[in-house]
Structures are given as structure tokens and as C-alpha cells.
């Protein structure tokens, strides 16, 4: 009939106008049609949310963080918080196995850099199934370098697994694990101007920008690409009922 209002044409012109944005589902039930729209970027953050998990870093996980670094760009690339400095250091090929293993051994202990202004560390590895998505470090103090250039968090998630709120979780697990186990009341973390992700979830786990440090050759020798930004972020209400002592110990499964 003309002029008769067609559902199968609406849905579907739905459908083509929210399809980048949202999963639209369609029930029908006692002559009725629902519409369900549900946001991508949601559906990512509860993924990330419920199968992320942070474990110590071991040599189960060599072939897995290869493949990581390739994705950054391979080796002598600069990854926030992977303790890669420990086998520069060490001169480690971490190619070899071998090596790899060294350098997994160095990173559980307190004082992995053998410098007399060395701060105690706690290195954890990011993973979901088996599978290496990036490291985050914690620096339980500040020295000179790190109060003025370094801060006491670092963390940087493998391209391929960016935009799905994974460091913003791995970041509140390790700010509660600082707020319980090391009594801090807050942290120092920066980041470079232009990281507008780094920003973003710095700022959602409460830091507050302090001050700009101007970009030197200091800042780009630890990797700022630029003037970096300096945040104070507060430990407390990051720790959620015992859940960071658990995850942080954990041992990830084999991946076949």
C-alpha cells in the first residue's frame, strides 16, 4: 500500500547511519520491534575492564613481547615503564632467550638498576589470555632525576590494544597497590604535552596537572618527545577491597 510505514526499511536505514558508532540489535516480540544501540567504546572498556589482569613479568610471556616491540617499532625504541633500561645497561640482546630471561630476573628484584641513586621498583606486565599488551612500573620513592624529569609511574600499552581504557585500569590497580603496600599519599606522573591518551588517563584516575617542564636534552633523552606535563595523582580510593594484591601476584597461563 502506498504511503504504509515500513519497519524493514527504518531499521535498516538505522542500522547504515549507527553501524561505526554502536551494535544495533533488533527484538520483536507481541507485535512490537525494539531497537538496542550499544557504544563500541563501551563494549571495548568492559572487555578490558573484566579479562585484564596484571602479573609479574616472566619468560613465558618471550614471544608474545616480541611481537609487542615489533608493533612499537622494534628494538631501541623507547617504551614508558618496561624497565628496557635495565638491559641496556646489562647490554642484553633480548633476542635471545637466554637474555630475555636475565632481563625478566633483573626486573623482580627492588633494585634492578645498578645505580647509586637507584630507587626501589615494582615491574608488572599487562595481559589478557596469555597475551603481552604492555608493562607499568612503579617507583616507590623520587630522587632528584625522577622529581625533576621522571615522575613514579610509568606504563605504555602495545599500539594494537590502545584506546580501550587499559592503562586507565592498570594505572588505578597500581595506585591503590602504592596507597596500601608503600603508604603513599600520592604519586608524580608525567607525561608529554601532545600524549592527549596519556593525559586523558592520568586525569580519569585523578591527577591534577601541576606544572610544564619545558622540553631539554635531558627530558628527550628519557624519551618526551616534547614539553612534558607533571600530575599529582592521590593513592586514595584507587584500592578496591584486597583485588590489587591478588592480580599483582598472579602468574599469567601459557598461551598455545
Given at each position: 500500500?502506498?504511503?504504509a510505514f515500513?519497519w524493514?526499511?527504518?531499521?535498516?536505514?538505522?542500522?547504515?547511519?549507527y553501524?561505526?558508532l554502536?551494535?544495533?540489535?533488533v527484538t520483536?516480540?507481541d507485535g512490537s520491534?525494539?531497537?538496542?544501540?550499544?557504544?563500541?567504546?563501551?563494549?571495548?572498556d568492559?572487555?578490558?575492564?573484566?579479562?585484564?589482569?596484571?602479573?609479574?613479568?616472566?619468560?613465558?610471556l618471550?614471544?608474545?613481547?616480541?611481537?609487542?616491540?615489533?608493533?612499537?617499532?622494534?628494538?631501541?625504541?623507547h617504551?614508558?615503564?618496561s624497565?628496557l633500561?635495565?638491559?641496556?645497561?646489562?647490554?642484553?640482546?633480548l633476542?635471545s632467550?637466554?637474555?630475555?630471561e636475565?632481563?625478566?630476573?633483573?626486573?623482580?628484584?627492588?633494585?634492578?638498576t645498578?645505580?647509586?641513586d637507584a630507587v626501589p621498583?615494582?615491574?608488572?606486565?599487562i595481559v589478557?589470555?596469555?597475551?603481552?599488551?604492555?608493562s607499568?612500573?612503579?617507583?616507590?620513592?623520587?630522587?632528584?632525576?625522577?622529581?625533576?624529569?621522571?615522575?613514579q609511574?610509568?606504563?605504555?600499552?602495545?599500539p594494537?590494544?590502545?584506546?580501550?581504557?587499559?592503562?586507565?585500569?592498570?594505572?588505578?590497580?597500581v595506585?591503590?597497590?602504592?596507597?596500601?603496600?608503600?603508604?603513599l599519599?600520592?604519586?608524580?606522573i608525567?607525561?608529554d604535552?601532545?600524549?592527549v591518551?596519556s593525559r586523558?588517563?592520568?586525569?580519569?584516575?585523578g591527577?591534577?596537572l601541576?606544572s610544564v617542564?619545558?622540553?631539554?636534552?635531558?627530558?628527550?633523552?628519557?624519551?618526551?618527545?616534547?614539553?612534558s606535563l607533571r600530575f599529582w595523582?592521590?593513592?586514595?580510593g584507587?584500592?578496591?577491597?584486597?583485588?590489587?594484591s591478588?592480580?599483582?601476584?598472579?602468574q599469567?597461563?601459557?598461551?598455545?
Open positions: 500500500m502506498s504511503g515500513r524493514p526499511q527504518l531499521i535498516e536505514r538505522v542500522r547504515r547511519t553501524e561505526r554502536c551494535r544495533v540489535d520483536r516480540r520491534i525494539r531497537l538496542r544501540l550499544t557504544s563500541f567504546a563501551l563494549e571495548a568492559h572487555y578490558a575492564m573484566s579479562e585484564v589482569s596484571l602479573v609479574t613479568p616472566t619468560a613465558g618471550y614471544e608474545s613481547w616480541l611481537d609487542s616491540r615489533d608493533e612499537w617499532g622494534g628494538a631501541g625504541v617504551q614508558p615503564g624497565g633500561g635495565v638491559a641496556r645497561q646489562l647490554g642484553l640482546d633476542e632467550r637466554s637474555e630475555f636475565r632481563w625478566v630476573r633483573e626486573l623482580l628484584q627492588p633494585m634492578a645498578p645505580r647509586p621498583v615494582t615491574n608488572w606486565w589478557r589470555d596469555g597475551r603481552y599488551l604492555g607499568i612500573q612503579l617507583r616507590h620513592r623520587l630522587n632528584d632525576f625522577l622529581a625533576d624529569v621522571g615522575g609511574i610509568g606504563y605504555g600499552i602495545r594494537s590494544e590502545r584506546r580501550k581504557r587499559i592503562a586507565t585500569r592498570a594505572l588505578r590497580q595506585l591503590g597497590f602504592a596507597g596500601d603496600r608503600i603508604e599519599s600520592s604519586v608524580l608525567t607525561c604535552e601532545e600524549n591518551g586523558k588517563t592520568i586525569e580519569a584516575c591527577g591534577v601541576d617542564r619545558r622540553s631539554d636534552e635531558i627530558s628527550r633523552g628519557v624519551g618526551h618527545a616534547g614539553d595523582v592521590p593513592t586514595a584507587s584500592y578496591h577491597g584486597g583485588e590489587t591478588s592480580i599483582c601476584q598472579r599469567p597461563p601459557a598461551r598455545t
